[in-house]
């Protein structure tokens, strides 16, 4: 095989990462989590963002492709798990948990990830080997004990870290007092400033570092918009930031840079409102739909009768934007668990035509225009518009590799490889970078 780095291959039933020379603990994986940059975004030389484009001339890039639901969180936790999420347990942004009354099912984003994620992640890999972990704004991680350091989406003034960088001048209390009330913009700046100050100072082994502005902005307006473009050159921006960190603490040739995204998106211009068409046809308490973007989750009520129900599926089909009523026997090969298997699953999933969005509004029109375009992903994972980024970047990654396929279930392999760490429940592969 091919001599890569001093001669040093990992060999393996398809060809990794070269092996790194330097101890595991004496290096970075910076993971950094566009959230919403869309594949074919990346594809547009136009697009203002240069530090994304010197890490790829550097380095290798490529589409990747998404794993259902194509939301934010189920993706995040395929990238550090590996497996699809019939088999992590994210089928939204937080637990689904049955109430016992109506609605029949709501979501906690506040579980601890010790129970909200059902399988290994690569940093709990780290953090056995003995490697340091961090977190800046990465998801399905609440109080998780194997990340060493914390900077978390709800930020306070009594976090560990945030302590730290107020005692150091590098952080004010005004900063983070009401963190979750301020705009996004503000949050992003916030916490890069925060994966900056980790690397220079604690210079953690692997870190996950996550940025919202552009899902944000993609959701109120839509892609390919002049809003979208400018939102990618402020998160450009926040890695430029991140990359000058790891100069600043001596650790380039150390640096291994993962730049990912968990989704693409889809302009939209209709809504579905299944809400209002399920009360018209005197079936308000027959289902009930978790309206999630190009996809609706729907759950019968168990208490249906088999007339109930088939009137549920026909009402459905007859919505102008749905697509596809989707029953269980496809679940399987959407990488989705059986609702006998997982009870936060759906019974049916309804999927969007272009141009349409799920919405949970219960009045107005069944299928009505929106004031102005705007944006969803939610999308089955098969539309090439829902492809996420990435690039690889740094010490072990041979510039200009040509890559094959690339997925999000095989970040994790990816990130293991390169500390050196086994990850043997994961389902992907580490990516060729040759």
């Not at 919405?359 to 996420?388: E, F, I, K």
């Amino acid at each position: 095989m091919k001599r890569i780095i001093a001669g040093i291959v990992l060999l393996g039933t398809l060809a990794t990462f070269a092996q790194a020379q330097v101890p595991p603990n004496d290096r970075m994986v910076i993971v950094i989590s566009l959230d919403g940059f869309p594949g074919f975004a990346l594809e547009d030389e136009k697009q203002p963002v240069p530090t994304l484009r010197r890490l790829m001339r550097e380095g290798t890039w490529s589409r990747m492709h998404t794993i259902n639901p194509t939301i934010t969180w189920p993706n995040h936790t395929t990238m550090v798990t590996g497996v699809h999420a019939d088999e992590h347990g994210l089928l939204l942004n937080g637990t689904i948990l049955r109430t016992n009354g109506w609605p029949p099912v709501k979501v906690d984003s506040k579980i601890d990830k010790e129970i909200m994620v059902h399988a290994p992640t690569v940093y709990d890999a780290a953090h056995k080997a003995g490697l340091t972990t961090a977190q800046v704004d990465w998801v399905a991680i609440n109080n998780a004990p194997t990340i060493t350091w914390a900077f978390s989406e709800g930020a306070t003034p009594d976090g560990p870290v945030e302590r730290e960088m107020i005692g150091r001048g590098v952080l004010t209390t005004n900063e983070v007092q009401d963190f979750t009330r301020f705009n996004i913009v503000w949050r992003d700046q916030v916490w890069t400033k925060a994966a900056a100050y980790l690397i220079k100072e604690h210079k953690p082994n692997l870190m996950l570092f996550h940025l919202l502005t552009l899902d944000a902005t993609h959701h109120r307006y839509g892609p390919n918009t002049m809003a979208g473009t400018t939102a990618m050159a402020f998160v450009d921006g926040c890695v430029a930031q991140v990359v000058a960190a790891v100069h600043q603490a001596g650790m380039a040739e150390r640096t291994t840079f993962l730049v990912v995204s968990d989704h693409g998106f889809k302009a939209y211009t209709n809504q579905i409102r299944t809400a209002v068409a399920l009360e018209a046809a005197g079936l308000a308490k027959a289902a009930y739909v978790l309206p999630e973007g190009g996809t609706g989750f729907l759950y019968l009520n168990a208490t249906n009768s088999p007339e109930a129900s088939r009137k549920v599926m026909e009402l459905m089909k007859s919505i102008e934007g749905i697509a596809e009523v989707i029953t269980p026997e496809r679940f399987s090969a959407l990488g989705l668990p059986l609702p006998q298997k997982d009870p936060q699953m759906f019974d049916l999933l309804l999927t969007a035509k272009p141009g349409y969005s799920f919405s949970g509004a219960t009045g107005g029109a069944v299928t009505a225009a929106v004031p102005q375009q705007a944006g969803s992903h939610g999308y089955l994972a098969s539309d090439p518009d829902l492809d996420a980024i990435f690039i690889a970047s740094g010490y072990g990654v041979k510039a200009g590799a040509k890559l094959g396929e690339v997925r999000t279930i095989d970040v994790a392999p990816t990130i293991a490889k390169l500390l050196g760490l086994p990850l043997p429940t994961a389902k992907g592969k580490a990516i060729n970078t040759e």
